[in-house]
C-alpha cells in the first residue's frame, strides 16, 4: 500500500487514484489473500444455509471482509440471526438494524426463510467474482482510510454516492453524514437532532438528484477535502516528499520513485464558502 502520510487530501486523492489498479493488483499476488481467495472460491459453492457459512470461519471471515462487517466476525449469533432474518418482514431483526451493511450482505447472499425455496447458488464465476472484487476494494478503502480518513470518507462516498435515494440513506451511514455536513458548511452537533430536522436541513442545502452529475460529485469532494484539512490538517510538508508511486501495469511490477513539491496551504475557511 502507498503512504499517503505527510501529504494533503486533494494530494493523496491524487495520488492514489494514479496507482489504484496496480495497489490491488499487489494485494491480489499477497500470498495471505490468495489463500483466503482461493477457499473462498473452493468451499463457498458448497455452502446452502447461514449455519453453514459460519461454521466454516475462512470463508466466512473472506465474506465478512468483503462487505466492511470484519468488526462483526465474531458476532457468529448475530449474524446467523441476520441471514435467517426474513428481509421482507417489517419486524424482523433485518429490519430492526439501521446498519445497512447487513442488509447488504444479507440480499447479496440471498438466504431465505421460505420454507421449499431454492437454496443459494455459489458455484457461478460471476458471484464469486463480485465478492472477491468486493473484497479487495474494501481492503483498499479501508487501508487508505488508516492513512488518511479524510481520503476514507471520500472514498465511501464514491463507493455509495449512486446508491443514495434520500437522506434516510445518508444519516444511516457515520461516514456519509460527515461528508455531507462539512461540504454542506453544517455543524456536527445537528446529528443530535430528530432525524426528520436533520433530513429538512440538509434538503435545503443540497438537492440529491444532483449527485447523478459527476461534476456536481467532484465540487463536493473538493469543497469536503479542503474544508477538512483546514479542521483537521494532516501534517502538510513545505519541503520535499518522496512518494514511490507503482508503475502503471503495462511497465510491470517495478516502483518508480519520484518527488512532489507539496506547497503549504495557506487560506481561509471563510474562503471556500463564497
Given at each position: 500500500?502507498?503512504?499517503?502520510?505527510?501529504l494533503g487530501s486533494p494530494t493523496a486523492l491524487r495520488l492514489i487514484d494514479a496507482t489504484r489498479d496496480r495497489q490491488i493488483a499487489l494485494m491480489r499476488?499477497?500470498?495471505?489473500?490468495q489463500r483466503a481467495e482461493q477457499a473462498f472460491r473452493e468451499?463457498?459453492?458448497?455452502?446452502t444455509t447461514?449455519?453453514?457459512?459460519?461454521?466454516?470461519?475462512e470463508v466466512y471471515s473472506f465474506v465478512m471482509r468483503a462487505f466492511d462487517l470484519e468488526d462483526q466476525i465474531f458476532g457468529k449469533g448475530?449474524?446467523?440471526?441476520v441471514l435467517e432474518s426474513d428481509p421482507?418482514?417489517?419486524?424482523?431483526?433485518l429490519n430492526r438494524?439501521?446498519?445497512q451493511r447487513f442488509r447488504e450482505l444479507h440480499l447479496s447472499l440471498g438466504f431465505t426463510t421460505e420454507e421449499g425455496a431454492q437454496v443459494p447458488n455459489f458455484n457461478g464465476l460471476t458471484f464469486q467474482n463480485a465478492v472477491v472484487d468486493r473484497f479487495y476494494d474494501r481492503q483498499f478503502i479501508n487501508q487508505n482510510d488508516e492513512q488518511n480518513s479524510t481520503v476514507g470518507t471520500v472514498l465511501e462516498f464514491r463507493e455509495k454516492a449512486e446508491t443514495i435515494d434520500s437522506w434516510f440513506d445518508v444519516l444511516k451511514d457515520k461516514k456519509l453524514t460527515n461528508f455531507f455536513q462539512v461540504a454542506l458548511n453544517l455543524p456536527k452537533e445537528i446529528s443530535g437532532l430528530d432525524l426528520d430536522v436533520q433530513k429538512k436541513l440538509f434538503e435545503e442545502k443540497f438537492d440529491l438528484a444532483d449527485l447523478a452529475d459527476p461534476a456536481e460529485r467532484e465540487r463536493l469532494i473538493t469543497r469536503y477535502t479542503a474544508i477538512s484539512d483546514v479542521i483537521n490538517p494532516q501534517g502538510f510538508a513545505s519541503n520535499n516528499i518522496a512518494v514511490s508511486i507503482l508503475q502503471s501495469?503495462?511497465?510491470g511490477a517495478q516502483f518508480v520513485p519520484i518527488t512532489l513539491d507539496v506547497a503549504t496551504i495557506n487560506f481561509s475557511a471563510s474562503q471556500l464558502y463564497r
Open positions: 500500500m502507498i503512504s499517503i502520510n505527510g499476488d499477497e500470498p495471505t489473500n468451499r463457498i459453492g458448497q455452502i447461514p449455519k453453514e457459512l459460519i461454521e466454516d470461519f448475530l449474524m446467523r440471526k421482507v418482514e417489517e419486524t424482523s431483526l438494524l439501521t446498519d501495469a503495462s511497465f
